[in-house]
């Protein structure tokens, strides 16, 4: 059974800090890009960031470069996604994705059809 489990959202103020994990199982972790994307309400689905887990290159989109990062643990089958300097328009709930070699490289365009994670939710308060 494919599992992409989000987790680490919650509630904090403008300029703190968050951690979002996404602990995968039931593929090959090593031969897959994982990548985070947000919907904010009333908004479309943005991609914020990704990671190949075979050659670790990433991408972060422009809106959250120098604030968030992106890493992985292939040991843990693990991507983390840490949130600095948070802004009230961080505010949305948080997707993990897998996509395979078909799905292209980690990059702006990236998007899986593979698999989705059930999602958390970040709220930054003004």
């Known amino acids: 059974d494919v599992q992409l489990q989000a987790s680490g959202g919650g509630l904090v103020q403008a300029g703190g800090s968050l951690r979002l994990s996404c602990a995968s199982s039931?593929?090959?972790?090593?031969?897959?890009?994982i990548g985070w994307f947000r919907q904010a309400p009333g908004k479309g689905r943005e991609e914020i960031a990704c990671?190949?887990?075979?050659?670790?290159?990433?991408y972060l989109a422009d809106s959250v470069k120098g604030r968030f990062t992106i890493s992985g643990d292939n040991a843990k089958n693990t991507v983390y996604l840490q949130m600095n300097s948070l802004k009230p328009q961080d505010t949305a709930v948080y997707y993990c994705?897998?996509?395979?070699?078909?799905?292209?490289?980690?990059?702006?365009?990236?998007?899986?059809?593979?698999?989705w994670g059930q999602g958390t939710q970040v709220t930054v308060s003004s």
């Open positions: 990671i190949s887990s075979s050659d670790g290159s990433k």
């Open positions: 994705a897998a996509g395979d070699y078909y799905t292209g490289p980690c990059g702006d365009s990236w998007y899986p059809s593979d698999y």
């Open positions: 039931g593929f090959t972790f090593d031969d897959y890009t």
